[in-house]
């Protein structure tokens, strides 16, 4: 099912068109805003004088602290009272970087988690149970809306209370589950805890997102509960989620193109790759008003690709997210992303989905730890194969990353599980 069906399957022409009409609307309305006029003369575009989308390029990059710097609603386009939702994200220092909805970006924001949803295989007929955290945080309040309006019966439990949450996904049947994947996770092994029947569960689709997960952690979410998992990408200060999502072909998100024109650069340099290269994600808004924002750096790491998918959908297309380059870690002046860790430790014999990163300083070279979790704690009696199995994870890190790191395995259980964003690293240096 396609949800907007026009839109979804667009040529690139009309596509185009709405992108160019749509951008010069944007420009329109925040030439007389403090922040944006003496930006927009700097570099010499004015809505009159945009003439292709390539003009796009002339404008600087914004950044997460042109927002905090602006705090809290130094970024607003429109008069206070138009403004009908605030949300923020928390973010780990200081003041948290806050965005504004008016009532018509809210009716933009229902429509472009519709198309999501549907895209995830979700429609009229699910309940759907959301356990993304209800409250300044986008998520919930993000797929709620669009759940909705696609006629789902939305189930608002919003994140943790694990055992309740199993409950009510029994009780009340729900078909699809909406949160991180680091937390359906653990709402499966908190099933397994308590033996909980599988066809007791009801369950038929997960629509995941607000964090990186990889093709292995998919796979075993799916496993876990015999579902088709399909992951959404977006952030707090463009929309939330809703800016891309996957189809049930899993081959990459579709982006909505005509709310978000999408720019890859060269993270260092700044310079705009071509298509098909991998590099940050740069997004630009054609279609909010209370919180417009043009080439915002996400520092998220992904490539685009344009080709039809098999589901029909001409819209672009963004890869799984790498990680962000500014969780990058550069160890002994190798570049490692999180994500490498995650596919090459999950399928490994014995060992679960769950791990850290320690990553220190020795004098002046770094040291990286990865405590592994075990599946079956009994291999920690057995020295002979905690030797093997160490040696095994060692080896191919090695060879897959090329670095040395110390592996740990630790009991199973005693890592720390996540209810919302896991957070798997931990830099000391
Ligand atoms: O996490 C919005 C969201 C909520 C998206 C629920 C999807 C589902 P923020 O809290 O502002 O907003 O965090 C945005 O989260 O820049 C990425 O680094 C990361 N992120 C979000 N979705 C994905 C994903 C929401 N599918 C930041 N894969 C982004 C990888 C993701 N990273």
Redesign the pocket.
Known sequence: MIWNEEIETMDRAGMQKIQLERFKETVRRVENHPFHKERLQKAGVSADNIKSLEDLQKLPFTMKDDLRDNYPFGMFAVPRRDVVRIHA??GTTGKP?VVGYTRGDLENWAECIARIATMGGASAEDTAQIA?GYGL???AF??HYGLEKIGATVVPMSSGNTRKQIMLMQDFESTVLVG?PSYALYIAEVMDELGVDRSTIKLKYGL??????TEEMRAEIERRFGIIAT???????VM????AGECTHKCG?HINEDHFIAEIINPETGEVLPEGETGELVLTTISKEALPIFRYR???ITSLRRERCACGRETMRMS??QG?SD?MLIIKGVNVFPSQVESVILGMEHIGPHYQLIVTKKGFTDALEIKVELTDGSLLESYGELEKTNKRIKERLHSVLGIDAKISLVEPKSLERFTG?AKRVIDLR
């Open positions: 994200s928390s970087t993304f945080f986008t998520g993000g797929l991180t995941f997102g607000g964090e990186g997960s992951e959404n990408y977006g952030l707090s200060e939330g989620p809703g800016v998100m996400t520092r998220d799984k997210i962000r969780d964003k």
